[in-house]
C-alpha cells in the first residue's frame, strides 16, 4: 500500500512537495527576518512617533515575547487541526498584523500589532518544522529539507539589519512592516495549492496545560529580557522567575494528571528526543549570546563602526547561509549523529580562538573564529532538527516542534541576558568577554557529549521508524 501523507497518496504528495515546500521556506523567512530587522529602525520609529524609549524597547520585545510564549501551544494545535491549516492561519495573521505596523499612528497602536506579528509568527515557526518532515519522509529528502530550512532561517538572520536599513534609508519605516505582505500572500497560494489540508485528530483540548504553558514561557522571555537592563536582583526579574517556576510546576502536576496531556509522556519521556532539545538550547545559548559579546567587541574594543561591525560578520553570514545545504546532504545519507558533534567541536573550537581575540588581534584571525562559528550553526541546527523529529512519534510531530523552537527561542533569549551581564562593566569588558566565551566553549563542550553519547547512529539510507 502507498505511504499516505496527510490523506494523499505518496505520489500526489512527490508531486506538490517542491512548490508547497517553498512556500512554507517564505514563510520562514518573513517571520525570522522580523525578528532583526526592526531593530535599525527604531531611531526612525522615535523621530516620527514620539515614543517613550520604555515603548519602543516593546515595540521589539513584544513580538519576541509573543512569538516565544505559544510556540508551544502552536505545535499543540498542528497536531489536532493539521499543519497546513495552522500554518495557513498564521500567515494570514502575519499578513494583516504587518499591515497594522506599517499603518500604525501610533506607538502602543504599532506595539499590539507588533504583539499580534508575534502570534502569527508562533502558529507559523513550528509548524514549519513539522512540515518539513512529514513532506519530506524518506530520509535523505528530509535532510536536505531541513538544510534548505536552516539556510532560508540563516539568511533571514543576516539580512535583516541590512534590508531594514536600505529600506528605511529609501523608503519609509514603514516599508518594513508593508514588504512582508506580497511574500506572506505568494506563501499562502503555494501553501493551500500544492499541499493538502490534512485529517483533523479528535481528542480532549488540554487547556490548563495550553494556559500554564503560555504562562510560564511568557514569564521566562520577560526575566531573561529585563535580567540585562535591571539586573538579575531586580524585584520585576525575580517575580517573573517566581511566576515561572511557580507556572512550570503546575505544568507539571496537570500533564500528570490530564488524560489527553499537552506534553504527551511518550515524547517528553524519550530521553534522546530530549538530549537532542538540550542540544539545541546550548546551540542557541553559544550562536546568539557569542554574536552579542561579539558585536561590542568589535565597536568597544576595535573601534569599528555599526556598518563596519556588521561587514566583520562577513565570514560567519556566508557559511551560515550556504552551510546548511551542505550539512544536510550529511543528514540525508545517515551522519545526523556525526554532523551534530562536529558543530559543537568546531563550535567549542570557534569560541576558544574567539576568547583569546584582544583589541590588537589581526582580523584574519577573528574570521576563522567566525568561520568556524558559522559552521557550528550551519552543521548543528539542520542536525538537531533532524534528530528530534526522528526520535519523534509521527502523530506528536508539532508538539515535537513546538518543544524544539520553544528551547531555541530561550536559549537565544538566554544567551544574550547571561553572556550580556558577563560584560556590562565597559571597563573590564575584554575579561568578561574571555570568562563569557570560555563559558560557551564549555557549553558546546557538553553539547558534544550529549550528541555522541546519548544520540543513536543512524543507520545510512534508513528510514524513518514506523511510530
Request: charged share 10%; hydrophobic share 55%.
Amino acid at each position: 500500500m502507498a505511504e499516505v501523507l496527510d490523506g494523499v497518496p505518496e505520489t500526489g504528495a512527490r508531486r506538490r512537495t517542491g512548490p508547497g515546500y517553498l512556500g512554507v521556506l517564505l514563510g520562514v523567512f518573513t517571520i525570522v527576518l522580523d525578528t532583526t530587522i526592526v531593530n535599525v529602525a527604531v531611531p526612525r520609529i522615535e523621530q516620527d512617533l514620539h515614543g517613550t524609549v520604555t515603548v519602543l524597547q516593546w515595540v521589539v520585545n513584544g513580538y519576541n515575547l509573543m512569538f516565544a510564549a505559544l510556540l508551544l501551544s502552536a505545535g499543540a494545535l498542528a497536531d489536532r487541526l493539521g499543519g497546513r491549516r495552522v500554518f495557513a492561519i498564521g500567515l494570514v495573521a502575519f499578513a494583516i498584523a504587518s499591515l497594522a505596523c506599517g499603518f500604525a499612528p501610533t506607538p502602543l497602536t504599532l506595539v499590539a500589532a507588533r504583539a499580534a506579528q508575534g502570534i502569527g509568527a508562533a502558529l507559523m515557526l513550528p509548524t514549519a518544522l513539522a512540515l518539513a518532515t512529514q513532506l519530506h519522509p524518506e530520509p535523505a529528502a528530509r535532510g536536505r529539507a531541513l538544510g534548505r530550512w536552516a539556510a532560508v532561517a540563516g539568511a533571514a538572520t543576516v539580512l535583516g539589519p541590512v534590508v531594514g536599513g536600505g529600506l528605511v534609508d529609501t523608503l519609509s519605516w514603514r516599508a518594513i512592516f508593508f514588504v512582508n505582505v506580497p511574500v506572506a500572500v505568494l506563501a499562502l497560494v503555494l501553501l493551500l495549492r500544492n499541499i493538502p489540508p490534512g485529517a483533523k485528530r479528535e481528542g480532549r483540548f488540554d487547556l490548563g496545560g495550553q494556559l500554564l504553558s503560555v504562562l510560564a514561557l511568557a514569564a521566562i522571555a520577560v526575566a531573561l529580557t529585563e535580567a540585562g537592563p535591571r539586573g538579575w536582583g531586580s524585584a520585576v526579574v525575580l517575580l517573573a522567575l517566581l511566576v515561572a517556576f511557580g507556572a512550570t510546576a503546575g505544568l507539571v502536576l496537570v500533564e500528570r494528571r490530564t488524560r489527553a496531556p499537552m506534553l504527551p509522556p511518550d515524547l517528553v519521556g524519550r530521553p534522546r528526543f530530549t538530549a537532542a532539545s538540550l542540544v539545541g538550547l546550548v546551540l542557541s545559548v553559544g550562536i546568539y549570546g557569542q554574536m552579542f559579546v561579539l558585536s561590542l567587541y568589535f565597536q568597544h574594543e576595535r573601534g569599528a563602526s555599526a556598518w563596519e561591525t556588521g561587514l566583520s560578520f562577513l565570514p560567519f553570514a556566508a557559511v551560515t547561509v550556504a552551510g546548511p545545504l551542505l550539512a544536510g546532504r550529511f543528514i540525508g545519507a545517515g551522519r545526523a549523529r556525526g554532523t551534530l558533534v562536529f558543530g559543537q567541536l568546531t563550535g567549542l573550537a570557534a569560541s576558544v580562538l574567539l576568547a583569546l581575540s584582544g583589541p590588537d588581534t589581526p582580523y584574519w584571525t577573528v574570521a576563522i573564529g567566525l568561520v568556524l562559528l558559522g559552521l557550528c550553526q550551519s552543521a548543528s541546527q539542520p542536525a538537531v532538527a533532524a534528530t528530534a523529529m526522528r526520535e519523534a512519534p509521527e502523530r506528536h510531530a508539532g508538539i515535537a516542534s513546538g518543544v524544539l523552537t520553544s528551547a531555541r527561542q530561550v536559549g537565544s533569549v538566554l544567551g544574550v541576558a547571561l553572556l550580556g551581564g558577563l560584560v556590562s562593566d565597559e571597563r573590564e569588558f575584554l575579561s568578561g568577554m574571555h570568562v563569557a566565551l570560555f563559558l560557551v566553549a564549555a557549553l558546546f563542550a557538553v553539547g558534544a557529549v550529549l550528541a555522541s553519547a546519548a544520540l543513536p547512529a543512524e543507520a545510512r539510507g534508513s528510514a524513518r521508524a514506523s511510530r
